[in-house]
């Protein structure tokens, strides 16, 4: 393997990726800048394919419609590829053909620590460094320490998924990991980006409407706070204590604002909590309509023999019961709510006998 610097313009772009034969197939990782900025942006790809290493910037190359192209044409192998297919899904528009994650197909083979980090050092012995983890990617130049981090994070893939891939097959999971991969993908690609109501953020559901009049004014804040900083929202406050603060207010009490908040912050703070007071109650948002399951004997003894299955199977399979159903699908299937062929897939249906 060669390892190129960092690719920066699109002459060099299309000049690596004309180097790998038309079935060669590619490793991809990403980096995104979502620990520092309001909008994450793409800050860099790691590529591994026919024999080359490479950094590819994405801030500095104005055309980055051929890696879409390239990728579009041909399987890509990832590690806990739904963040990275989301970022590629933004950037192009599509995703490649075929997608592989070596953490799907290491939790197959009855893995339990599948980082990244732990997969290279069970196959190849090699301990990585987490230094750079959460170094900020948008910024330039990046130090040497931060591109050998980068590099690591895609050099070792291709060979692990070689590894993963035959002890898939010696057990006979090999199409169960083609079957789990595929569904990866297009639950990216069906994925709606945005929600009509973002600020209902977990914890919510302990609200009553008075509580949701405040988290929503107090989401808001944060969020336009957070846009003009120019940093992710957890940085102005955290979602546990917009849910703690909402349940304080709705009781009446008040709120201890943090000291470090610049007067203006704090204002602007106090402003839309005294507007969010002067909301009617029937301007309240609603509570959503959580669904209700009839819990009797028949439903929990569908329940339980479905868990005691699947229980018994991961048990034989040294596999976490969760991959071949969790038990909210469970339940789901239990109530009928939901088709067993709706809900799983092939290699899960037979694991329980459906």
């Known amino acids: 393997m060669s390892s190129l610097p960092l690719v920066s313009d699109s002459s060099e772009l299309v000049s690596l990726l004309s180097r790998p034969p038309a079935d060669a197939v590619c490793a991809i990782d990403t980096e995104a800048d979502s620990l520092h900025r309001y909008r994450e942006s793409l800050c860099l790809v790691q590529y591994s394919c026919g024999g080359d290493d490479a950094l590819i910037d ?6 980055l419609s051929p890696l879409g192209d390239f990728l579009a044409q041909r399987p890509v192998w990832m590690h806990g590829a739904d963040y990275d297919m989301t970022m590629l899904r933004r950037s192009f ?13 290491a939790r197959l083979l009855g893995v339990r620590r599948f980082g990244l980090a732990d997969l290279v050092e069970l196959y190849f012995g090699v301990v990585l460094s987490k230094s750079s983890q959460k170094a900020d990617w948008g910024k330039r130049p990046l130090s040497a320490k931060m591109m050998e981090y980068a590099l690591n994070d895609v050099r070792y893939l291709l060979p692990m998924g070689q590894k993963i891939s035959e002890e898939l097959k010696a057990k006979g999971r090999f199409d169960w990991f083609v079957e789990s991969c595929e569904a990866a993908r297009l639950k990216v690609l069906e994925r709606e980006e945005g929600r009509d109501e973002p600020w209902r953020i977990q914890g919510s559901g302990r609200l009553d409407r008075g509580g949701l009049n405040f988290l929503k004014a107090l989401w808001e804040w944060r969020d336009t706070e957070a846009s003009s900083w120019d940093r ?17 207010l709705a009781t009446g009490k008040r709120i201890e604002i943090p000291p470090h908040y610049r007067p203006d912050r704090r204002k ?6 005294d507007a969010a007071r002067t909301c009617k109650p029937e301007e309240w948002p609603e509570k959503p309509r959580g669904l209700r ?8 003894a569908r329940v339980g023999r479905l868990i005691s299955t699947r229980d018994a199977r991961a048990v034989e399979l040294d596999i976490d ?7 909210s699908t469970i339940e789901s299937i239990a109530e ?12 899960q249906l037979a694991c329980l006998g459906l």
Do not use: C, H, Y
Not at 58 to 63: A, Q
Not at 240 to 248: E, F, G, K, P
């Open 58 to 63: 994405p801030l500095s190359i104005e055309d």
């Open 93 to 105: 528009a599509k995703l490649p053909p075929v997608v592989f994650d070596t953490q799907i197909g």
């Open 232 to 248: 992710p929202s957890f940085m102005v406050v955290t979602n546990r204590q917009l849910i703690d603060w909402s349940l304080a």
């Open 268 to 273: 602007r703070l106090t402003d839309v909590l």
């Open 293 to 300: 399951r009839r819990r009797d004997a028949e439903f929990d």
């Open 321 to 327: 019961s969760s991959l071949i159903a969790p038990r």
């Open 336 to 347: 009928g709510e939901v088709q067993p062929q709706e809900a799983l897939l092939s290699w």
